[in-house]
């Protein structure tokens, strides 16, 4: 029996959605870290890669010169001997900042709720994987 197509559709986004124009420039991995980093004023690229460990150096230079080119951040290069360059938001960058607190707000309190199951998630782990272990002996587990 062949499904029969529903008529009340969604219309389809306009041409150029704004929130997926938006998404596409602020969506990358590590997008929304540099903001959050930037947010407090202009930063080195040294001192993002200390505030974001995890990020690899390439993909850093991805991320900032994306955020350049999609026109919320700007690139400032100081004459200073040796030259450095510092990052910053720009007026619409720093429009993107109460979007990014509000999600950092969600993904505590989501943290805060969570945290009760993943203790428990912890503590069934560690009695299953360690119970065993205190009479652990050459290659045979006592335990049983």
């Given at each position: 029996?062949?499904?029969?197509?529903?008529?009340n559709?969604?219309?389809?986004?306009?041409?150029?959605?704004?929130?997926?124009?938006?998404?596409?420039?602020i969506?990358?991995?590590?997008?929304?870290?540099?903001?959050?980093?930037?947010?407090?004023?202009?930063?080195?690229?040294?001192?993002l890669?200390?505030?974001?460990?995890?990020?690899?150096?390439?993909?850093?230079?991805?991320?900032?010169?994306?955020?350049?080119?999609?026109?919320?951040l700007?690139?400032?290069?100081?004459?200073?001997?040796?030259?450095?360059?510092?990052?910053?938001l720009?007026?619409?960058?720093?429009?993107?900042?109460?979007?990014?607190?509000?999600?950092?707000?969600?993904g505590e309190?989501?943290?805060?709720?969570?945290?009760?199951?993943?203790?428990?998630?912890?503590?069934?782990?560690?009695?299953?994987h360690?119970?065993?272990?205190?009479?652990?002996?050459?290659?045979?587990?006592?335990?049983?």
């Amino acid at each position: 029996m062949a499904l029969k197509m529903r008529k009340n559709r969604s219309p389809l986004p306009p041409e150029r959605c704004p929130l997926l124009e938006c998404m596409s420039i602020i969506g990358g991995a590590w997008t929304p870290s540099i903001i959050w980093y930037l947010r407090g004023g202009p930063r080195r690229f040294s001192e993002l890669r200390a505030d974001i460990p995890q990020i690899s150096p390439k993909v850093l230079t991805r991320r900032l010169r994306e955020l350049e080119e999609g026109g919320v951040l700007e690139r400032k290069v100081q004459e200073t001997s040796p030259p450095s360059v510092e990052y910053s938001l720009n007026e619409l960058g720093m429009r993107l900042v109460p979007a990014i607190e509000a999600i950092a707000a969600v993904g505590e309190e989501l943290k805060q709720r969570n945290a009760g199951s993943a203790d428990d998630l912890s503590q069934a782990f560690q009695i299953k994987h360690f119970r065993g272990a205190r009479n652990y002996s050459g290659g045979k587990d006592t335990a049983s």
